[in-house]
């Protein structure tokens, strides 16, 4: 044999075959999966609550760039005993009943979801130190009624001013709110969070963190204080975090701390589904032009010739166009 390469030698010869595994469109069904609560999501870790007791995971390759956020009611494989280096793997998430979400600012098409399966948005606003700021206020209950959740209006430190000048602006709205001084009772504010999962918003400095620390006792959430020139509080909760809180009445309640915020974009929100959120005025507008906002510079909204034919509240048409309105004005 000389060695040398025939033309005709390509005819016998065959590329071998690269192993493979075989494909298969079956996908692991995890029957023996744990279910688990996020608790709070740091840098790619998540730690969960499994039973009774805290459970660290990571996010399963095939989740691939499904997010997995405080709240999400998950399934977890591997080590769950909680024991400490121990890490389970998260491998299904099941669907969400709400989505609070927010975008940096109104022109960011990046949507982010701050936490799921919360079904309370409690609005914590300072009554004094640092002062009120009804833009967040407004732009917070555009955002709870776009998830399809209930708003509560928590307005703290009641001890430095009076209460009444805020309410009245909402008051026409129909949101719930309960008032709060430092050192006080919080036995309404129990009340209202009992049997349910609620989210606490507002600026740093407002009170949150002390809010918790008197709900939950063990919660050791970090305390900030106001710049005496600003007016404006510090950042001290870093990531959002879901704590269980002691049974009110035999109803248990789970709350969630989220950092200070200093914007509320609402690109997200579209007008027709803020007006679905008040029924009553909702079916005044059902012979709108196509397109209609329902905003006050609309020529043909049905909310004018209800009001021009005194068959609509004026101040509630006033205050749901003000929540309209607070979605084109500046997210700080």
């Keep these: 044999m000389s060695g040398r390469y025939s033309e005709h030698d390509h ?20 029957d023996d999966a744990t279910d688990a609560l996020v608790v709070t999501v740091d840098r790619g870790r998540f730690t969960l609550h499994v039973e009774d007791r805290v459970v660290m995971a990571v996010k399963a390759r095939p989740l691939g760039r499904k997010g997995v956020v405080v709240g999400d009611r998950v ?17 299904e998430v099941e669907k969400r009943s709400t989505v609070l979400r927010r975008t940096a ?12 399966n919360a079904d309370q948005l409690v609005v914590v606003t300072a009554l004094a130190d640092p002062e009120p700021r009804p833009g967040l206020l ?23 001013a009076s209460p009444d000048a805020l309410l009245s602006t909402y008051r026409s709205l129909g949101v719930p709110w309960v008032v709060t001084r430092r050192g006080g009772d919080l036995t309404e504010l129990r009340e209202e969070l009992a049997g349910r999962t609620s989210v ?6 407002v009170g949150k963190s002390t809010l918790v620390n008197a709900l939950v006792p063990d919660a050791g959430r970090e305390v900030g204080v106001v710049n005496a020139v600003t007016g404006r509080g510090r950042h001290t909760s ?6 269980a809180l002691p049974e009110h009445d035999g109803r248990p309640g789970w709350i969630v701390d989220t950092p200070g915020i200093r914007s509320f ?28 906002t329902h905003g006050t510079e609309e020529p043909e909204c049905g909310l004018d010739d209800a009001l021009a034919a005194g068959t609509a509240d ?10 309209l309105a607070a979605r084109s004005e500046p997210a700080w």
């Design 138 to 160: 407004d732009r917070a209950l555009v955002a709870a009624y776009d998830a399809g959740m209930r708003p509560l209006l928590c307005l703290t430190k009641a001890d430095l």
């Design 265 to 292: 974009g609402l690109a997200h929100v579209q007008p027709e589904h803020l007006i679905e959120a008040f029924p009553d005025l909702d079916e005044m507008t059902e012979d709108c032009p196509r397109g209609c």
């Design 200 to 205: 606490l918003i507002g600026h740093s400095g």
């Design 11 to 30: 005819e016998h010869y065959e590329r071998p075959r690269r192993r493979t595994r075989p494909r298969t469109k079956e996908r692991p069904s995890y």
């Design 75 to 91: 399934r977890v494989v591997g080590d769950v005993t909680g024991d400490e280096g121990s890490l389970a793997r998260i491998v």
């Design 314 to 323: 004026p101040d509630r048409v006033t205050s749901f166009r003000r929540l």
């Design 238 to 243: 870093t990531s959002a975090y879901l704590l």
């Design 105 to 116: 600012d109104d022109d960011d098409p990046v949507e982010r979801v701050i936490v799921s």
